[in-house]
């Protein structure tokens, strides 16, 4: 049984498509189907008419902003329904969302495995070269650094920081608008916030689903920050 929260993207790649409805009204059928008849919950349902060659989609990327949002799974129709660039099938996992095809439901998981295989396999060969050149070195009577193999670098150490700022700053992006329609509706204090925030099933930061007032207040600063 599929469970969970859910966001749709639909997509055809012609204007002619998308005025009829041709192909949408299937692909909106497959994924219903793949949802149990929509027993479990789907947030919203976005439809585009754009190629698939093009990866600057706007409703793809605002149904990838909502699944962030709300810890929710794209499920599309069809793999090619996204898109035929694997390359780009992985920078959805960087950006932390999981998503599923409905006439393959282990396809997502299978291409971004393979190509985390490769990645992987690469990795394994640049180190054993890295090795191999220390190795050889070694034997030439070359004296290596005092440093320990592995370490990592400041550069890396400050990229690496720089790196999980954003990833923070992006998500209190992504939270401030359900905050600010909170506090428009009346609930200005940090704990009626985070009550709200709870009762629509956003995620904290951290993954979390229950919202303390710190959460909140945390959200605010590093939003006033940015902005400052």
Partial sequence: ?????????????????????????????????????????????????????????????????????????????????????????????????????????????????ILALVAEQERRLISERVKAAMAAAKDRGIKLGGKRPGALSASCRNAAATALKQRADSRAAEIMPAIKALQDSGMTSLRAVAAGLNAQGIPTPRGSDTWQPAQVARVLRRSFLSNS
């Fill in 1 to 113: 049984m599929t469970s969970g929260k859910w966001v749709s993207y639909l997509r055809v790649s012609t204007g002619r498509q998308g005025a009829s409805g041709l192909g949408i009204e299937a692909q909106r059928n497959a994924v219903a189907a793949f949802l149990n008849g929509f027993q479990w919950t789907l947030l919203k349902e976005f439809v585009e008419v754009e190629s698939g060659a093009k990866s600057d989609r706007p409703q793809l990327i605002e149904a990838l902003r909502m699944c962030r949002l709300y810890g929710a799974k794209l499920v599309i129709a069809k793999l090619d329904r996204l898109s035929r660039d694997a390359h780009f099938l992985l920078g959805l996992e960087r950006a932390g969302v999981d998503f599923v095809a409905a006439d393959m439901p282990n396809a997502n998981r299978l291409t971004i495995g």
